[in-house]
């Protein structure tokens, strides 16, 4: 199975101020169609996570454009340019490229 | 709009059964493959299960295979998860979701297993 490390696991934030989480696959994730199957989700507290970006850096509608991913291979960022407080909440990054489908730990972002 | 609303679960017993159900709307079921994922109290996200628009593959996480089976039934939109043989470490919120990506998710139903 594909191993996903999020670093930092807690990230302490200034409103205004950027953000980054970090995530590594164990295996690269570029399947055999040519696509990277990295997303990331939101999960505000008490609510399902919601998808941000898809494909590394595809952002999906609705998403602010202070949101951005990144990367290639094993390595991949999720940036927020500038903190807002609707921000708060569990962030995860997924991969698709290979079952079983997994998930990083998780990051949290405090305020 | 695009909904997925999950349902059936419940506090069971060790060893007990529980099937669950998403039904969805807003989108045509049949030309999507779904997924279950499930996130313990406390914990992260766990890709449970997935399955194919036609039902003819379907792929599980190593922790339920033999116990969960997935299936759909494209006429009703909905999606069922069958969970046997269940342990408290099934327990959590179990969501249903859109594609392989999970692009949509539903609100959970939480599913406790304790004596």
């Known amino acids: 199975d594909i191993v996903m490390t999020q670093t930092p696991l807690s990230s302490p934030v200034t409103l205004g101020q950027p953000a980054s989480i970090s995530c590594r696959s164990s295996?690269?994730?570029?399947?055999?169609?040519?696509?990277?199957?990295l997303s990331w989700f939101q999960q505000r507290p008490g609510q399902p996570p919601r998808l941000l970006i898809y494909?590394?850096?595809n952002r999906v509608s609705g998403v602010p454009d202070r949101f951005s991913g990144s990367g290639a291979g094993t390595d991949f960022t999720l940036k927020i340019s500038r903190v807002e407080a609707e921000d708060v909440g569990v962030y995860y990054c997924?991969?698709?490229?290979?079952?079983?489908?997994?998930f990083g730990q998780g990051t949290r972002l405090e305020i | 709009e695009v909904q997925l609303v999950a349902s059936g679960g419940d506090l069971v017993q060790p060893g007990g059964s529980l099937r669950l159900s998403c039904a969805t709307s807003?989108?045509?079921?049949?030309?999507?493959?779904m997924t279950w994922v499930r996130q313990a109290p406390g914990k992260g996200l766990e890709w449970v299960a997935n399955?194919?628009?036609?039902?003819?593959?379907?792929n599980y996480v190593d922790s339920v295979k033999g116990r969960f089976t997935i299936s759909r039934d494209n006429a009703k939109n909905s999606l069922y998860l069958q969970m046997n043989s269940l342990r408290a470490e099934d327990t959590a919120v179990y969501y249903c979701?859109?594609?392989?990506?999970?692009?949509?998710w539903g609100r959970g139903t939480p599913v406790t297993v304790s004596s």
């Open positions: 399955m194919r628009q036609d039902g003819g593959e379907k």
């Open positions: 807003g989108f045509t079921f049949s030309s999507y493959w």
């Open positions: 295996q690269s994730l570029v399947h055999s169609d040519g696509n990277t199957y």
């Open positions: 997924m991969q698709a490229a290979q079952f079983p489908i997994t």
């Open positions: 494909r590394i850096s």
């Open positions: 979701a859109r594609g392989i990506t999970s692009d949509y």
